[in-house]
């Protein structure tokens, strides 16, 4: 079984430019996370999905992050002016749906540095 | 929201130790999830694990929900073990949270 897939692995960006990341969930997975990892630090969790509506974005910097999930697979998240302070891995993660009891699966994540 | 707070922070071991990483949790939970991030940085379930004991080789976790915390057990560590171990938790709603973790490196 295929895993989560993500791209691109690294990024280097100067501040004030856009960035985009992309993730494929696992073939039948209704839920679709995308988490911020800053160095030292534990996941957190900008928007989570359930097929193409969201669940929960309450710590998505809105100003300048957006995520949307065509379709109820596929999913991009954009960052749009980048600060320095955005340079982290962003996981996407899916599991078979949202409740308790659902294991989660993380994709490899994207590095992203803005310099 | 939910406070999760994971000790020790950072750990040293020499390869063939034990030990014993705790996860406490402020609310109570409806899933608790303890993963494995491998130094090139991909997080791995290890178990989930809302309450009771659950063993997966060298690996075994016990979570006492009345209490609110879960530890997780490594016996005969090894190099590979090294990483840092997060504990994540759900409590109503849908979202899951995760405490800081607890860096391990093990010496050969």
């Known amino acids: 079984e295929a895993g989560v897939a993500q791209s691109p692995r690294y990024k280097i960006i100067e501040k004030r430019q856009s960035v985009a990341f992309w993730c494929n969930p696992i073939?039948?997975?209704?839920?679709l996370y995308w988490y911020q990892q800053i160095l030292g630090q534990g996941p957190k969790l900008l928007i989570q999905f359930q097929n193409n509506g969201v669940v929960d974005d309450s710590q998505l910097p809105k100003d300048r992050f957006s995520a949307e999930r065509l379709k109820g697979v596929d999913s991009t998240l954009k960052i749009q002016p980048a600060k320095l302070e955005d340079s982290a891995v962003y996981l996407c993660a899916s599991s078979l749906g949202s409740g308790a009891g659902n294991t989660i699966y993380f994709g490899e994540g994207s590095w992203l540095t803005v310099v | 929201g939910i406070q999760v707070e994971q000790s020790p922070p950072d750990l040293i071991l020499q390869e063939g130790a034990n030990s014993t990483l705790r996860c406490n949790f402020s609310d109570s939970v409806n899933n608790l999830q303890w993963f494995h991030q491998n130094p090139w940085g991909q997080l791995i379930n290890l178990f989930y694990i809302p309450s009771g004991t659950k063993q997966n080789g060298r690996l075994s976790a016990t979570t006492v929900a009345t209490e609110r915390y879960s530890l997780l057990y490594i016996s005969s560590s090894q190099t590979t073990d090294s990483g840092v171990y997060f504990c994540?938790?759900?409590?109503?709603?849908?979202?899951?949270?995760f405490g800081a973790g607890t860096r391990l490196f093990v010496k050969a």
């Open positions: 994540a938790v759900m409590a109503g709603g849908f979202k899951t949270i």
């Open positions: 073939s039948g997975h209704a839920t």
